[in-house]
């Protein structure tokens, strides 16, 4: 479990990490560099996953060594797929994401955290996000570094 300390707010408990696959954790359907490694440790403290369209066919390629939970799901109505893992995962949930589709699991996540990487990132995602980061190595650190979101969340 990851445990974050903020000051003026409830500690948040973090039990499981949710990645959105493809604009977030991959660009043209491959893992960015960093993040293998951070995933690595990032499993040590909670349960990861990578939820995904997979519009390039190369998510279980890609993540299937990692020894996470990977789901995929139909690029139609991808949005209600994602929201409706998230609100069946117990304890508390961290999800990361850049596009329209991860709107709703960043409404049922108790973190969410807004990924500007290569793919760009929707406009309409920033008003659900708790944070954002200008990539995916910098948001997988938050967590693994959980100081680091004191100044940013604190009331």
Same mark, same amino acid.
């Given at each position: 479990?990851? *445990?974050?300390?903020?000051?003026?707010?409830?500690? @948040?408990?973090?039990? =499981?990490? *949710?990645?959105?696959?493809?604009?977030?954790? &991959?660009? #043209?359907?491959? @893992?960015? %560099?960093?993040? %293998?490694?951070?995933?690595?440790?990032?499993?040590?403290?909670? =349960? $990861?996953?990578?939820? +995904?369209?997979?519009?390039?066919?190369?998510? +279980? !390629?890609?993540?299937?060594?990692?020894?996470?939970? $990977?789901? +995929?799901?139909?690029?139609?109505?991808?949005?209600?797929? %994602?929201?409706?893992?998230?609100?069946?995962?117990?304890?508390?949930?961290?999800? @990361?994401?850049?596009?329209?589709? #991860?709107?709703?699991?960043?409404?049922? &996540?108790?973190?969410?955290? &807004?990924?500007?990487? !290569?793919?760009?990132?929707?406009?309409?995602?920033?008003? =659900? &996000?708790? $944070?954002? $980061? !200008?990539?995916?190595?910098?948001?997988?650190?938050?967590?693994?570094?959980? #100081? !680091?979101?004191?100044? +940013?969340?604190?009331?």
């Amino acid at each position: 479990m990851i *445990v974050i300390e903020i000051p003026g707010r409830k500690p @948040l408990r973090i039990n =499981h990490v *949710v990645l959105d696959y493809n604009g977030t954790a &991959a660009v #043209d359907g491959m @893992l960015l %560099k960093g993040v %293998k490694e951070r995933i690595a440790r990032l499993k040590e403290l909670a =349960h $990861v996953y990578v939820l +995904t369209a997979d519009t390039y066919g190369t998510v +279980t !390629r890609q993540c299937g060594p990692l020894g996470i939970t $990977v789901r +995929t799901f139909p690029r139609e109505g991808a949005a209600g797929c %994602k929201e409706e893992i998230v609100k069946g995962l117990e304890g508390g949930v961290a999800c @990361l994401g850049n596009g329209f589709n #991860d709107i709703q699991m960043f409404d049922a &996540a108790q973190l969410s955290i &807004a990924v500007l990487e !290569r793919e760009g990132m929707c406009a309409a995602l920033l008003s =659900h &996000a708790s $944070v954002v $980061v !200008r990539s995916i190595e910098d948001g997988l650190d938050l967590l693994l570094k959980p #100081d !680091r979101l004191r100044a +940013t969340l604190r009331s």
